[in-house]
């Protein structure tokens, strides 16, 4: 997977489902002690003396709180991060109470999907396909979910935060619901409203770092 950004990223834990979406589960122990190391189009995840690879290109990540921290314990619970690897398996990665909501490891892997997976979706949009993260469809003329749609130089921004994903539509908020945080490819999401939300101009140019 090219150059190595990462090297040996240790202090996780991790669970690993065959095929499972995520969702709840029971929290990592320690004989779950993982090693992740990042690369330019992927990482790799060593647990129980097996590599999972993951690539940016084809995986699906989320995020999720865990469970908070015991009373008196100092802390946050962390969070849980969840890919799937190249051969579907899903990996549940939880960050400890030290590392908070959004450890600086988890912001590249979202920076390295949005890199892959944004040019590909921005170019489905152009030619006329529909996409869904969920609940929530997009085309090249507008996004909703259930009773809510938009065309796009009316959507402002989207909002993500612990149990909540909102839609500023004109300047009122629309909130999904609590479907919204178990949305995959989140970030991804949040990039083609970022990209798309902006009126006129040329939304659907592939570069990803911003420039049209």
Known sequence: ????????????????????????????NARDAARLDLYENGLTVAVKHRIHV??????SISMAQTEPAHPGGGG???????????????????????HGDAPAW??????????????????????GERLAFGAVRLTR???GWGDVRAEWPRVRRLRTGP???GLDIDGTWHELGPEGPGITNL???????????????????HDVNGST
């Open 106 to 127: 988890w912001s590249q892997i979202e920076q390295g999907v949005i890199r892959a997976q944004l040019p590909r979706a921005l170019a489905a949009l152009a030619e």
């Open 187 to 205: 970030p991804v999401l949040r990039a083609l409203v970022e990209r798309l939300g902006q009126g006129p101009g040329e939304r659907f140019h």
């Open 76 to 98: 946050r619970g962390g969070a849980t991060c969840a890919l799937t690897d190249v051969d579907g398996r899903r990996v549940m990665l939880r960050a400890g109470p030290e």
């Open 54 to 59: 993951v690539r940016y290109d084809t995986t």
């Open 163 to 165: 149990g909540a994903v």
């Open 1 to 28: 997977m090219t150059a190595l950004i990462g090297r040996g990223i240790r202090g996780l834990l991790t669970l690993v489902h065959p095929g499972r979406p995520a969702g709840p589960t029971r929290a990592a």
């Open 141 to 143: 003329e507008e996004i």
